[in-house]
Each structure stands twice: as structure tokens, then as C-alpha cells.
């Protein structure tokens, strides 16, 4: 699934792909990847990522998905 | 005993004290002067492990070939050399096609540059060895002419393989701008 959260956190301050791997020491193409939903991050990269982009983890990676109705 | 035996006793050995030694080091390296990110680093492990499964294939075809038909292809240090090359081969491009050849950081015209080079050197060592009247089959099996050509291959597929990733990233670079 792609991130769209992450691109847009990352196009809200204005960074490249490029920028953004280099502040946190991985390749453009990981950037790419972890955007397109092709590659899971470790945890420490999920929080290096948040703290250049200044986002929580839950605003970057938590999915959020339909909640089911109990009543029923 | 057969000097060849000796020379291959000595080059495993050499083998393994260098993996020991590059080990040692590795394992002694801040985490800050690594090469390769996270993501690289998974695939480069898959990509030893198809390199790994390649040379494993071809040599039991080829171990196949031989005991169905009798005799050999060609010289048996030629047809172990093409074995390693062809898991190397596959571990590369395996790796360029996923970004994962060329650390964060490091020089794509470097390593294109490099290639090249290694490749022109192969492809006049071997140009040298036939204009000197060797001949790539003998007594109907391959000889040793065969290996430089067979490293120039090797290297040129590398080569089209980062060219090719290189043409597509850049495109990827574009659609991002």
C-alpha cells in the first residue's frame, strides 16, 4: 500500500526524495520504495524519518482501517 | 602431488582467512560508516542467495553433463571459474535491477567507470592471446582463451544492467520532480 502520508509530509516542507535520504542516511531509492508501499522500514528508520519530517509515527505509518459496528 | 592441488589448497585458504579478516573488521565498524542502508542490505543478502543457487544449478548440470556423456566441456579450472562467475553475475545484476550494487552515497560513474575498465582490459587480454594463435577450442573442449572473454561478458552484462537501472531511475527521478 503507498504511503501518501509520507509523501505529503515530505512535499509540505519542500524536500526531494534525494534530501530527505541524505538527512537520513539512506538511498533515494529507499525513500522511493518505502513511498510506493514496496518496502517496510525498520523502526528506526520509521523514526528517523519522523523526527527530519517533525511527525509522530502514528501521522506517518499507522493505517487506519474500517471499524467494524460490535452491536451487531 | 599434482602442483595444481597445492595452488587450489593455497587459494581456498586465502579465501577463508580473507573472509575471516573482512568479518573481523566488519563486525568492528561503526554503524555510522556503513555503506548500505537497511533496504540494501536485505537485498544484497537475496542476492547472494540467488548467486549462490545459480552456481549451484550450474554445476550440478554440469556434473550431469559429464557423467552422461563421459567427458568434459572443457579445462576443469576453466569450468569452475565460469561456475563462480555466473554466481557472481546474477548476485550483481540481482542487485543493481533493486538499487542495492552501489552504496548510499557512492559513485555511479565510478563504478560504470571501473566496469568498463575491467571489461577493455579482459576483452584485449583476449584479443592479445588469440592474435597470438590460441584457440578457444582444443581437442574438442575449451581452453583457458576462453576465460578472458568470459570475465568480458560477465562484465559487460553488469555493465547494460547498470545502464539499463540508470535510464530508468532517472526517469524516476523526473516523474518525482
Redesign the interface.
Known amino acids: 500500500m503507498k504511503n501518501l502520508k509520507l509523501k505529503a509530509a515530505r512535499a509540505s516542507l519542500d524536500l526531494?526524495?534525494?534530501e530527505l535520504?541524505?538527512k537520513v542516511?539512506?538511498?533515494?531509492?529507499?525513500i522511493?520504495?518505502i513511498e510506493k508501499g514496496d518496502?517496510n522500514?525498520?523502526i528506526?528508520?520509521c523514526i528517523a524519518i519522523c523526527r527530519e519530517l517533525g511527525k509522530t509515527l502514528d501521522e506517518l505509518f499507522w493505517e487506519e482501517t474500517e471499524k467494524k459496528d460490535l452491536s451487531d | 602431488m599434482d602442483w595444481g592441488l597445492w595452488i587450489m589448497i593455497a587459494v581456498v585458504l586465502i579465501m577463508i582467512i580473507g573472509m575471516i579478516v573482512v568479518s573481523r573488521r566488519d563486525g568492528n565498524r561503526a554503524p555510522e560508516n556503513e555503506v548500505f542502508d537497511e533496504r540494501q542490505k536485505m537485498i544484497r543478502g537475496d542476492g547472494y542467495k540467488w548467486g549462490f543457487v545459480s552456481m549451484i544449478c550450474y554445476f550440478m548440470i554440469y556434473a550431469i553433463i559429464i557423467s552422461a556423456s563421459g567427458h568434459t566441456i572443457g579445462e576443469p579450472e576453466l569450468m569452475i571459474f565460469i561456475g563462480l562467475e555466473i554466481g557472481l553475475v546474477v548476485c550483481a545484476v540481482y542487485c543493481i535491477l533493486r538499487d542495492a550494487l552501489i552504496g548510499v552515497n557512492r559513485s555511479f560513474k565510478f563504478v560504470v567507470f571501473m566496469d568498463a575498465f575491467c571489461l577493455l582490459a579482459q576483452l584485449i587480454g583476449y584479443l592479445r592471446e588469440r592474435a597470438n594463435g590460441a584457440l578457444l577450442i582444443e581437442n574438442g573442449k575449451l581452453t583457458s582463451t576462453v576465460l578472458p572473454l568470459s570475465i568480458a561478458v560477465s562484465f559487460m552484462i553488469i555493465l547494460v544492467a547498470l545502464l539499463v537501472r540508470r535510464h530508468y531511475q532517472k526517469r524516476e527521478e523526473q516523474n518525482e520532480a
Do not use: C, D, N
Not at chain 1, 542516511?25 to 529507499?30: D, E
Open positions: 526531494s526524495q534525494e535520504a541524505g542516511g539512506v538511498s533515494r531509492q529507499t522511493s520504495a518496502y522500514p525498520t528506526k528508520l
